[in-house]
């Protein structure tokens, strides 16, 4: 890899990368529905666990399973709250 390769990585149009990105979801979604979004996080984590030995491990699963139980409660609210109106 030669510096100019990493300096031109590093100045990139951020913003329009990002907005490509939420594009290209945007469309994946509309064409295939959220099991496009779920299909893609799937292939992620298969990958993450062939480039790394012994992914995931006990503290990332300990993160994992602290963020599912904070959106548990988090749909438990918002049902909630719709319900009682």
């Not at 290209?24 to 480039?51: C, I, K, M, N, Q």
């Amino acid at each position: 890899m030669k510096d100019q390769h990493i300096r031109e990585y590093a100045e990139r149009d951020w913003a329009k990368v990002a907005d490509s990105d939420r594009e290209h979801w945007a469309r994946r979604f509309r064409a295939e529905g959220p099991g496009a979004t779920v299909a893609a996080s799937h292939a992620l984590f298969d990958y993450a666990r062939v480039a790394r030995k012994g992914f995931p491990g006990s503290r990332y699963a300990a993160a994992d399973l602290s963020s599912q139980v904070r959106l548990k409660q988090l749909l438990d609210q918002a049902a909630h709250a719709f319900a009682v109106r």
